[in-house]
């Protein structure tokens, strides 16, 4: 072919919908920190519509540990010179501006050759646009790209320098505009890659019924001490769980018309929210990985994280209906009070544990505001104001063991 694809992260989102669905072996690049080593191998897991995964291990060109161009392994380094690249991206925010001088580098060293860059994050940010502001001298063509968010760690399958995600097979990949290069148009033909004109329609539409009824999924299963989204009994799945799940997940429905209402161009989403919802009801992922922002030392993004795809969508729907969600939700937001209180849950509690955190009252007033802002027409007053009290009282109770510790 007369293009190359090189994809920075290997993340479960990269691996599982970007790579699984890669245009030839893509030469795979990882931030210097990785633990990943060169030689490992990539495997995706793809469950079907009972949940039984088929297993198969991704074709790579070569795998990077690089920060710079010059510390690319040959494959990846020869591929800067193809005729057309594709560029892919699936790390965080953060990740975005620590490797902004590396893609620029990239399009620098392409000398004006056709490059595509799909930027494939959930959360675009003031990092994402000083990205595109730079790489516009040399004509890269940056779209953003969008994905439904059900891909998981499959720690089963990873051993023996293998690193694996399991994905379900509605697993969907959005990109932004229309493949209107060689390499968009291979990608065009892949079942699964999607191009729209609307692509912050479809983003908002993913964050508020993939990522959000994830995250809730999550608390409601750290509330009751699972590991898993589903649980399993000598290999079987417990039936009164799922069907507990099943009738929880058609509150997705009163979330339709609200999106209707937000994504006017997207005339499928009562379908859209079904097919979701039956992909939830079987799909399965790690309750630390989900709750991965919730740390007691920076509340914050955990915080930014649940207003943009839970606290939004449930306000949106209390105005719409006199003022109350629906009592599935309630126990969401129940559910977050009590992980919130409870620090062992947290996942940086083992830092916590060592009594090697600092802490501030002051910082805590910020936190527990913020909290306030976000309960706000969600719940009745009295009841975020119990809610925000209690969580007060935990971080104070929290704060005095971390002085006890250190005296």
């Known amino acids: 072919m007369s293009f190359e694809h090189i994809h920075l992260g290997a993340g479960k989102d990269g691996l599982g919908t970007i790579l699984e669905r890669s245009i030839g072996p893509a030469h795979v690049v990882v931030w210097k920190g990785s633990r990943l080593s060169k030689t490992t191998k990539f495997v995706c897991c793809t469950c079907d519509a009972h949940g039984t995964p088929k297993e198969r291990e991704l074709e790579t060109g070569s795998l990077s540990i690089a920060e710079a161009i010059d510390r690319l392994e040959p494959e990846a380094r020869a591929a800067l010179c ?19 001088d590396f893609l620029v580098a990239i399009a620098r060293e392409r000398d004006d050759k056709p490059t595509v860059l799909v930027v494939c994050e959930e959360e675009i940010g003031d990092a994402h646009a000083n990205l595109r502001e730079r790489l516009k001298p040399f004509n890269v063509d940056v779209r953003r790209g969008v994905v439904n968010r059900l891909s998981a760690v499959e720690r089963s399958a990873t051993h023996n320098g293998r690193r694996a995600v399991r994905v379900d097979e509605r697993v969907q990949w959005l990109i932004e505009g229309v493949p209107d290069a060689p390499c968009l148009h291979a990608l065009d033909e892949i079942p699964g890659v999607d191009f729209t004109e609307h692509i912050e329609q479809h983003a908002l539409r993913i964050r508020w019924l993939g990522a959000g009824m994830v995250l809730q999924l999550g608390l409601l299963a750290a509330e009751r001490k699972q590991p898993h989204l589903r649980l399993h009994e000598q290999g079987l799945r417990l039936e009164e ?6 009738r929880w997940l058609d509150v997705m429905a009163a979330f339709v018309p609200i999106i209707e209402a937000r994504c006017p161009a ?22 630390l990985a989900i709750l991965r922002n919730l740390k007691r030392a920076s509340l914050g993004p955990f915080f930014s994280e649940f207003e943009r795809s839970v606290a939004e969508p449930c306000r949106l729907l209390a105005e719409s209906c006199g003022g109350r969600i629906p009592p599935e939700l309630e126990r969401v937001f129940a559910a977050l009070d009590i992980v919130l209180c409870d620090i062992a849950r947290y996942s940086d509690h083992r830092v916590y544990a060592d009594g090697d955190m600092h802490l501030s ?31 007060g009282q935990a971080f104070d109770e929290h704060r005095s063991w971390i002085e006890s510790t250190d005296l």
């Open 266 to 287: 997207l005339t499928d989403t009562p379908d859209f929210a079904l097919q979701q919802a039956v992909a939830l009801i079987r799909h399965d992922d790690d309750v």
């Open 361 to 391: 009252a002051s910082a805590d007033v910020v936190i527990l505001e913020r909290y306030r802002e976000m309960l706000t027409g969600i719940l009745p007053l009295h009841i975020s104001e119990d809610r925000v009290h209690s969580l």
């Open 82 to 100: 193809a005729p057309e690249l594709l560029l892919t991206t699936a790390i965080t925010p953060d990740g975005i501006a620590a490797q902004s």
């Open 241 to 246: 769980i799922e069907q507990e799940r099943k």
